[in-house]
């Protein structure tokens, strides 16, 4: 049987209470995830205080048009991707690499913006491999 302390710790790490934050932000695990992000975007960044802080932040960023779409589409697919590595954690006990989701958010906001975007000229390989090209693409 699980011990309710347990329960209450972040599957990713162990080391504190599993809360939306923690386990979204400030996690060891999840920070990393989204410094891999970032420092592929060619963006720093100091970690803010608050889920609500860095939307802000990511959401104040300047992009041309385009660029921005592909920009908001990571912050979805990151937090969406921890979400999914926490579930697969608690109900599969399945273990994962930072670097295995980093690329599960970038084949993710590929397979999105091919979609939305009806973009056939870029392969979901391009968009994983070409960030710099595929952030000069108008769609």
């Not at 891999?36 to 963006?43: C, Q, R, S, T």
């Not at 939307?55 to 660029?67: H, I, K, M, Q, V």
């Not at 921890?82 to 930072?98: E, G, P």
Request: aromatic fraction near 18%; hydrophobic fraction near 45%; include cysteine.
């Amino acid at each position: 049987m699980i011990q309710e302390d347990q329960q209450l710790s972040c599957p990713l790490c162990s080391m504190q209470l599993e809360t939306p934050s923690h386990l979204l932000l400030f996690c060891q695990f999840s920070w990393s995830v989204w410094s891999l992000i970032l420092d592929w975007w060619h963006v720093v960044w100091v970690c803010p205080s608050s889920l609500a802080e860095l939307a802000l932040w990511w959401f104040d960023n300047r992009f041309g048009t385009s660029e921005e779409k592909l920009w908001e589409g990571y912050f979805y697919a990151t937090l969406w991707s921890l979400w999914l590595v926490r579930n697969d954690y608690v109900f599969n006990n399945a273990t994962t690499s930072i670097e295995e989701v980093g690329e599960l958010v970038k084949t993710r906001v590929a397979m999105w913006m091919k979609s939305k975007f009806e973009i056939k000229f870029y392969s979901v390989e391009d968009f994983r491999l070409f960030l710099d090209g595929v952030r000069k693409l108008k769609f």
